[in-house]
């Protein structure tokens, strides 16, 4: 598996899929078939052709990247239609054979256009989480509860249907997908960069409303949920580790839990937590804080518990 983050600076790095290709060199042969999965920087696959071209070797790439969901993987794998993209008709015609192993339901099309399909799929998702949060603050600055406003506009009303609900949007892929769109398009990306305002402010947001309620310096904040989505125990890139490190600069003490995350030495027990805080905030939305009984006041941006998501 070979991952393509951006750096610190928001850069990508496309040499690493080309790099990892050149350590291949010695066991790749002539006559296989290079499949590329990983979301890559446009451009990339030219450059890997070119790797394997330099090589001598005559072997077909493609590009052919995973569209799954994390924790989706078995299922969707099935039931999702397969982009594949290759230079040339016996590489398409062998990725169409794999992937026709799995399903029927393939799109073929250039290397160049399969890469910005995967970055443009990735990236859409993060606008339109990001939209539904700048929504979300406006109703909540007015003193509007933003669920009941989406339920009136979403119920029944087909061109509103896929409206999301607010949240946490981070995670390993959403936000550096878009980022790295944004690095090709020579970082002129307005509408890229104002979603990640959106999405990486809103922690700093709610921390904020809550100062307008609490005085957060006498209080124990809980923050339920550490991974960076719901049923995930992946804690990479999640938006409540941000909360956790605003609020203990503002609150007496911070205390987390999330009973799927295994690799955090830091998180307590639900219980132990339930017993020590004044106020508790769901970080991810895991299907067991649907019922789980707290007598702090919680803030549920989310809407799991269906109280509303006013602050």
Not at 87 to 100: C, D, H, I, M, S
Not at 121 to 127: A, L, M, P
Not at 154 to 161: E, I, K, L, N
Not at 265 to 292: C, F, M, N, T, W
């Amino acid at each position: 598996v070979i991952g393509t983050p951006v750096d610190e600076h928001l850069n990508p790095d496309p040499e690493a899929v080309p790099n990892a290709v050149i350590s291949l060199l010695d066991v790749l042969k002539d006559g296989q078939h290079l499949v590329l999965r990983s979301t890559v920087y446009p451009g990339v696959t030219k450059l890997v052709e070119k790797v394997i071209a330099n090589s001598g070797r005559k072997i077909d790439v493609s590009f052919c990247a995973e569209r799954i969901a994390e924790g989706k993987a078995v299922e969707e794998l099935i039931a999702l239609p397969q982009i594949i993209s290759a230079r040339t008709p016996e590489a398409v015609e062998r990725a169409k054979n794999l992937f026709g192993c799995l399903t029927q339901n393939v799109i073929v099309v250039s290397p160049e256009e399969a890469e910005l399909a995967k970055l443009f799929t990735n990236t859409w998702r993060y606008i339109k989480f990001a939209a539904a949060n700048q929504l979300y603050t406006i109703a909540n600055d007015f003193g509007v509860d933003f669920e009941r406003v989406r339920h009136a506009i979403t119920h029944d009303y087909p061109r509103a249907a896929d409206m999301p609900g607010a949240g946490f949007a981070a995670g390993p892929c959403l936000f550096k997908d878009t980022m790295q769109l944004a690095a090709f398009n020579n970082n002129n990306f307005t509408l890229g960069h104002s979603s990640m305002m959106i999405n990486e402010g809103l922690p700093l947001y709610l921390v904020s409303r809550l100062e307008k309620n609490y005085d957060l310096s006498k209080m124990t904040i809980g923050i339920l949920g550490m991974a960076f989505k719901a049923e995930s125990d992946d804690i990479r890139s999640s938006l409540s580790y941000k909360l956790k490190r605003i609020l203990r600069f503002k609150a007496e003490s911070v205390l987390c839990a999330d009973s799927l995350v295994h690799d955090d030495a830091s998180l307590v027990s639900e219980d132990e937590l339930l017993k020590q805080v004044d106020l508790v905030v769901i970080g991810a939305p895991h299907r067991r804080y649907a019922s789980l009984k707290i007598s702090q006041p919680v803030i549920d941006i989310w809407n799991i518990r269906k109280q509303g998501v006013l602050i």
